[in-house]
């Protein structure tokens, strides 16, 4: 077997081995020492596949990214109308989506709580890679998609920071109501607050 090919295959057995550290334990189970013996290789092995375990991380996190797309893929997303003037019922039903798609990411953290908490968890000291950056970019289009129904005014710029914030707001009331140090919110409960909360700002924007 080519060393290319071995490293190959070690890469992938990493990514496996980490992946289901972090599902099952959460990030801070995860060492570089124990992934070493568990995919049975020695511990400077695992940075010829990887820069290091930052890299591996992230990795590990696009994973979970693509989990996350895959879940709010089941929310239907209206493309904006072609005269970019919509009807009121295209801007109640735009406001409605920015709704299911903050209860699809509730859902999501609450059967991945490890997996989830992974995402924000993780801090580095250098930027973020390219290849990362590109992924979280693209998945916000899944809320500007519904803003460019209900704000066809905006410019990119000011409409990908519009998603941000609303993402933010969401996340906040996530990473609150499932927070186990503060007071949990049962996924039900919590999930009406976020029907409050992102439809007042859902229909605020309809009718703005």
């Known amino acids: 077997m080519r ?92 406001a409605d989506t920015l709704v299911r798609l903050a209860v699809g990411y509730l859902h999501f953290a609450a059967e991945n709580p490890a997996r989830w908490r992974a995402l924000f968890q993780h801090r580095i000291t250098q930027a973020l890679p390219d290849w990362y950056l590109v992924e979280q970019v693209r998945l916000f289009r899944y809320i500007e998609t519904p803003l460019q129904v209900l704000r066809p005014g905006l410019g990119d710029r000011e409409r990908a920071l519009l998603a941000r914030s609303l993402f933010s707001a969401t996340h906040g009331l996530v990473s609150l109501g499932l927070d186990e140090k503060l007071m949990v919110l049962s996924e039900p409960v919590l999930r009406g607050q976020i029907e409050i909360v992102v439809g007042a700002l859902g229909r605020g924007l309809a009718e703005g």
């Open 3 to 94: 060393n290319e090919d071995r490293r190959d295959r070690l890469r992938m057995a990493l990514i496996d081995a980490a992946e289901a550290t972090i599902a099952a334990d959460g990030l801070a189970a995860l060492k570089a020492r124990d992934l070493a013996k568990e995919v049975g290789c020695a511990l400077g092995a695992i940075y010829t596949a990887f820069p290091d375990l930052d890299a591996l991380i992230l990795t590990v996190n696009l994973r979970t990214l693509a989990l996350f797309e895959r879940a709010i893929t089941e929310v239907t997303i209206a493309p904006p109308p072609p005269t970019g003037a919509a009807s009121p019922a295209e801007r109640a039903a735009a």
